[in-house]
């Protein structure tokens, strides 16, 4: 059965997954000071980070158009999964729901699914890579439907970041507590919620001991890890994320490890040197 996996642009996609034709991506936008961006190829992410550290302001994202999605939707596949940043965080799950809703009212026949992430990054990338794999032993339509939401359910998601400027201009947290976690250099440890919101899980002082602490974290929860992959997101850094992941596979035997590097949105989130973990 032929089939077709969009995902939002914050779905990081590796280099393998970027050449295979079963995997599209619709772009989100990014404004910075009236400078926009579009989160496709053309995405720089040095000149996004520059810009980012001079701004005073907090970049805005815009979600795709259910237009865009549904051009998307257009093709031979019989199959269509959209894979959409939580949405808690973006109103592209909207977008791509109301965006089914219209194409299916004039192709009915059409089987397209949309699945809210409750994540972001590459925990959106290991979803992609489910429903292919899914796809690829011959699963029905419902069937894949079905065990993606089942393995979205169980998936977890953590990140750390360098620097909490992004949530400090975005309203999330004070300017305060902002202000005596850079002066101690404290670094929190955020996962993913239930329900796809953010919540802080712990915190050390400095980078590597707060990442150490982040596997130690995992280690504590991951669960059936033989039969799952580890997938780890950098903003900037591929050496720390490397690090991540010694010091992860030290203490978890996952299956198989990647590691790719973030685009626009996930860059906005993630800041220079974020780190972000899904499994």
Do not use: W
Not at 180 to 204: F, Y
């Amino acid at each position: 059965m032929s089939y077709k996996v969009i995902g939002d642009s914050c779905t990081d996609l590796t280099k393998e997954m970027k050449m295979d034709e079963h995997f599209q991506i619709v772009s989100l936008n990014i404004d910075i000071d009236g400078h926009l961006i579009v989160d496709d190829d053309t995405f720089d992410q040095k000149d996004f980070l520059r810009r980012m550290a001079e701004s005073p302001n907090c970049p805005k994202s815009s979600c795709p158009s259910p237009d865009a999605y549904m051009k998307a939707f257009e093709g031979p596949e019989e199959h269509v999964y959209v894979v959409t940043l939580s949405s808690k965080l973006s109103g592209s799950y909207e977008s791509a729901m109301l965006a089914k809703r219209l194409y299916q009212e004039e192709h009915p026949d059409k089987n397209i699914e949309v699945f809210d992430s409750k994540s972001a990054s590459v925990g959106q990338t290991l979803i992609a890579r489910k429903i292919k794999q899914l796809e690829e032993e011959e699963k029905s339509f419902e069937e894949v439907v079905e065990l993606t939401n089942e393995f979205r359910d169980h998936m977890k998601t953590k990140f750390v970041l360098e620097t909490l400027d992004t949530l400090r201009k975005n309203g999330r947290l004070s300017n305060l507590k902002a202000i005596i976690c850079s002066a101690l250099n404290i670094k929190p440890v955020m996962q993913g919620t239930e329900d796809g919101s953010i919540e802080k899980l712990d915190q050390a002082r400095g980078i590597n001991k707060t990442l150490v602490l982040m596997a130690d974290l995992i280690k504590k929860d991951a669960t059936n890890f033989a039969n799952r992959t580890l997938a780890i997101a950098h903003c900037n850094n591929y050496e720390r994320a490397v690090f991540v992941k010694e010091e992860i596979m030290k203490r978890v035997s996952f299956k198989d490890c990647f590691i790719c590097d973030t685009a626009g949105i996930s860059s906005l989130y993630a800041n220079d040197g974020g780190i972000i973990v899904c499994y």
